[in-house]
C-alpha cells in the first residue's frame, strides 16, 4: 500500500498542507549550520523539507511517489522563491544511485521492513566522504498513539533497525525521543521518534 501512487495521490489531494509548510524540527536544527551542497530527500510529500533546504541554498533531489505531492511541492517552492528538483515516480524500484549527495534526509519515510533494510543500506554509498543522512521516523513505541505515522508494527523502527541499516556510517547521533509534534493536520500531538546523523568516513 505504502509504494502506491494512488494512495499517496489521495492523502495529498487536499489544498492544504497536510504536514503543514514549515521544516520538520529536528531537519531544520540540523541543517542550518552545515555547509550547503546536494541534497536529497525521498519521500518528500509536500516539499515543506526540500523547500527549506533550498531556501539556505541546498542543490534539493526531491522524490516521492504522489504527483499531487510534487504539484504541492513546486508551489510552495515558488511561493519562497526556490527551485527544487522533484521527481514523482517509484524511487525505490527505479533510483539508479549515481549521483552523489552531501546529506540525504529520511524525515518518516516509512517502508515494509525488507524493503526498507535495502533502500536505506545503499543510501550511504551516495554520500560523498564526509556527507550526512539525517533521519526522523516514528519508533515503534508510536504505535497506538494518534499523532500520524503507519498503524502498523512492521513499518516501525527501532534503535536496532537504525544501527543495522547505517553501520556504514560513523554515528553522530542515535537517539529515541518522546517529542510533541506540531506538523499540520496529520503529525499533532505526543509522539515516540528516532532521530539519527550518520557522516561517511573521510577516508
Known amino acids: 500500500m505504502l509504494i502506491n501512487s494512488h494512495f499517496w495521490d489521495d492523502k495529498f489531494s487536499p489544498d492544504e498542507y497536510v504536514y503543514g509548510e514549515k521544516p520538520n524540527d529536528f531537519l531544520k536544527s540540523s541543517l542550518v549550520d552545515l555547509k550547503p551542497g546536494y541534497i536529497l530527500f525521498p519521500g518528500d510529500g509536500e516539499g515543506r ?14 522524490l516521492d511517489w504522489s504527483v499531487k505531492a510534487k504539484h504541492k511541492a513546486e508551489m510552495l517552492a515558488a511561493k519562497n522563491n526556490v527551485t527544487i528538483n522533484y521527481s514523482a515516480s517509484d524511487f525505490i524500484n527505479s533510483f539508479s544511485f549515481e549521483k552523489k549527495y552531501d546529506a540525504i534526509a529520511l524525515i518518516y519515510l516509512h517502508l515494509p521492513s525488507e524493503v526498507r533494510a535495502q533502500y536505506f543500506s545503499k543510501l550511504p554509498d551516495i554520500l560523498n566522504p564526509g556527507g550526512k543522512i539525517i533521519l526522523e521516523l516514528f519508533s515503534k513505541g508510536q504505535l497506538g498513539k494518534n499523532s500520524g505515522g503507519p498503524n502498523n508494527i512492521d513499518l516501525l523502527y527501532s534503535l536496532e533497525d537504525v544501527i543495522s541499516d547505517f553501520i556504514k556510517l560513523d554515528f553522530v547521533l542515535l537517539e529515541e525521543n518522546e517529542i510533541v509534534l506540531d506538523e499540520g493536520k496529520l503529525h499533532s500531538g505526543p509522539a515516540s521518534v528516532i532521530r539519527f546523523i550518520g557522516q561517511k568516513p573521510l577516508k
Open 49 to 62: 523539507n526540500s523547500v527549506f533546504a533550498a531556501s539556505l541554498g541546498w542543490e534539493v533531489d526531491a
